[in-house]
């Protein structure tokens, strides 16, 4: 059975840390690149952080500099350091493949405010 499971989030203010954590099972974990998704209401969900099987990353303009993906394929897992987080940020994040072929997890909610 095919679960995402993400973590770690929360409130934190601006200019703070948090880092996301994202559990897989039931997926061909170390064959697929791996994202981190976004979404905010009445938006569409966007990607903001990819991972390649050979760990090759990239990132949106709006979070270059400030993110961090990295994956463990031993842990099947995918983490997301976010640094100097902005209220821009404040979103519902999940991690899928990429392209997303799985259902969505339930994702963790950031909240960056003062």
């Known amino acids: 059975q095919v679960q995402l499971v993400e973590s770690g989030g929360g409130l934190v203010q601006p200019g703070g840390s948090l880092k996301l954590s994202c559990a897989t099972t039931g997926i061909n974990f170390r064959f697929l690149t791996m994202g981190w998704y976004r979404q905010t209401p009445g938006k569409e969900r966007e990607k903001v952080a990819d991972?390649?099987?050979?760990?090759?990353?990239s990132y949106a303009a709006s979070v270059k500099g400030r993110f961090t993906i990295s994956r463990d394929n031993d842990k099947n897992t995918v983490d997301l350091q976010m640094n100097s987080l902005e209220p821009e940020d404040t979103a519902i994040y999940s991690c899928?493949?990429?392209?997303?072929?799985?259902?969505w997890g339930q994702g963790t909610r950031v909240t960056v405010s003062s």
């Open positions: 991972i390649t099987t050979r760990a090759i990353t």
């Open positions: 899928n493949s990429v392209p997303p072929i799985y259902n």
